[in-house]
């Protein structure tokens, strides 16, 4: 078993992929908004004509094969318009929430982001991803959701998050959640809690969803019942993550019970 959280990071695949942006049309504005949400990251991005091909299309490609691809229009109306603030206050709806086909893609793709001020966009993306998890879960309706909060008092401050798990654990999933005990959420959730003060509950951010025995997976951008997910990021410097997500069901269970039985 591994030794701790950062130890998963050994465990990923880590391919090399870029997107490529087919026969743009789009102002250099909205190029420059995909720019930022992968800024630093070892994914490029470039332009490319095709003939014959529809305008504004993004292909995620690795060793010259197409793996996935979605719109411009899709990336922009599911993330690259879309603030943080959004998914606090509960303006987005889980059943919203959406992932196109090339972000799903960049699984096992390591990233390093900063948040806010340093960064609008970069950490947006593990947002997106942590929203996903939770939104099969809820379709899910049962299986096991593990989720860490830094300061468990967020789950009482920011009224989205509060919303969701509020969904998720009453849509019949055994919710458990991790971070400092600044406030205790069970007088209103039906959740377990977890509490501690070592690195795990501080500085780690990590959402994973195993489903019940049995389930039946279905494939999508959003995934469905049934789909092992798990996002892990670590801050090990003031505001900046290290972070992974994953849909391989053999390395979600690790993480998973590594979790159970260490943190």
Do not use: C
Request: proline share 6%; charged share 30%.
């Amino acid at each position: 078993m591994a030794d701790s959280l950062r130890a998963f990071f050994e465990e990923i695949e880590a391919p090399d992929r870029s997107l490529v942006v087919l026969n743009r049309s789009s102002p250099d504005p909205v190029r420059n908004l995909l720019d930022s949400l992968l800024e630093g990251q070892p994914v490029s991005i470039r332009d490319e004509e095709v003939p014959d091909g529809d305008a504004d299309v993004v292909a995620l490609v690795e060793d010259g094969e197409v793996l996935a691809h979605s719109t411009l229009e899709d990336l922009l109306e599911s993330i690259l318009l879309i603030n943080s603030d959004l998914y606090k206050t509960g303006a987005i709806d889980l059943d919203e929430v959406e992932l196109p086909d090339v972000l799903r893609g960049l699984d096992e793709v390591p990233f390093r982001v900063r948040g806010f001020p340093e960064s609008n966009k970069e950490k947006l993306l593990l947002i997106v991803i942590s929203r996903v998890i939770e939104r099969i879960a809820n379709e899910t309706g049962g299986g096991t959701l593990r989720a860490s909060f830094q300061r468990l008092s967020r789950l009482r401050d920011e009224r989205g998050t509060y919303e969701v798990y509020e969904s998720v654990a009453r849509n019949g999933v055994d919710v458990h959640v991790y971070g400092v005990g600044d406030a205790d959420p069970t007088e209103t959730l039906p959740v377990t809690v977890h509490t501690g003060s070592s690195y795990p509950y501080r500085r780690s951010w990590f959402v994973v969803f195993t489903p019940p025995d049995g389930a039946d997976a279905r494939n999508g951008p959003n995934g469905g019942n049934g789909d092992h997910a798990a996002l892990v990021a670590l801050e090990d410097e003031p505001n900046v993550w290290d972070g992974f997500w994953t849909f391989r069901p053999d390395l979600v269970d690790r993480i998973d019970r590594y979790i159970a039985d260490r943190v």
